[in-house]
């Protein structure tokens, strides 16, 4: 069993940073894949940045320029730099995780925390 242990986050004015944190640890082989995920009220979580064990990485058209991710592989964490951050940022954000363990490779969820940015 693995787990996603999310940090950071909270209420932050528009323009402000906000940086967020998510370590797996359990029965980890490797991490393929590590990524950010969003879900605002009333709406479908959508995809913000991923990162892979390589560290190529992908972003949200919505967030290029604003956002980072990044990842220790050593200590099976990622980071989500969000700067300039707009109220439309506003969401609960949710790490994921591709993990390969010695049984099979599985797909996991943190467990989200609200990022709240006032206008």
């Known amino acids: 069993q693995v787990q996603l242990v999310e940090s950071g986050g909270g209420l932050v004015q528009a323009g402000g940073s906000l940086r967020r944190s998510c370590a797996a640890s359990?029965?980890?082989?490797?991490?393929?894949?590590m990524a950010w995920y969003r879900q605002a009220p009333g709406k479908q979580r959508e995809q913000v940045a991923t990162i892979t064990n390589r560290g190529n990485t992908n972003y949200a058209d919505s967030v290029k320029g604003r956002f980072t991710i990044s990842r220790d592989n050593a200590k099976n964490t990622v980071w989500l730099q969000m700067d300039s951050l707009k109220p439309e940022d506003t969401a609960v954000y949710y790490c994921r995780a591709g993990v390969a363990s010695s049984i099979a490779n599985t797909v996991y969820w943190g467990q989200g925390t609200q990022v709240t940015v006032s206008s």
């Open positions: 359990g029965s980890i082989r490797s991490i393929n894949f």
